[in-house]
């Protein structure tokens, strides 16, 4: 099992960056598939990116692509996802997400069963 927090958010403006962090417990967060999800308010839960256990692959959503870069550091149990170029439309809250697979973008993208409890990003013009 895993517990995940995440921080990192805040407002931006338009153009800006941030990096969001997620804190892992447990000592087997080296072994999970982890991913970032956004939910916008009025709107479903989407996937944004996910990273295979090793950092070998990752997978990005078309909408931040190029923009966005999921990494990992397995030795300090840590998530992170840095967002350059940022859009009014990236405000949503972010979660963190650990136990999907990494095989293919399909399974990647529907994220696994373990969850943070968000991290507000506003994005402002």
């Known amino acids: 099992q895993v517990q995940l927090v995440e921080s990192g958010g805040g407002l931006v403006q338009a153009g800006g960056s941030l990096r969001l962090s997620c804190a892992a417990s447990g000592r087997t967060f080296s072994l999970y598939t982890m991913a970032w999800f956004r939910q916008a308010p009025g709107k479903e839960r989407e996937f944004v990116a996910a990273i295979s256990y090793n950092g070998f692959s990752t997978y990005y959503a078309d909408s931040v692509k190029g923009r966005f870069t999921i990494s990992r550091d397995n030795a300090n149990n840590s998530l992170y996802l840095r967002m350059n170029s940022l859009k009014p439309d990236d405000t949503a809250v972010y979660f963190c997400?650990?136990?999907?697979?990494?095989?293919?973008?399909?399974?990647?993208?529907?994220?696994?069963?373990?969850w943070g409890q968000g991290t507000q990003v506003t994005v402002s013009s």
């Open positions: 997400n650990a136990g999907g697979s990494a095989i293919t973008y399909a399974a990647a993208s529907r994220g696994g069963g373990y």
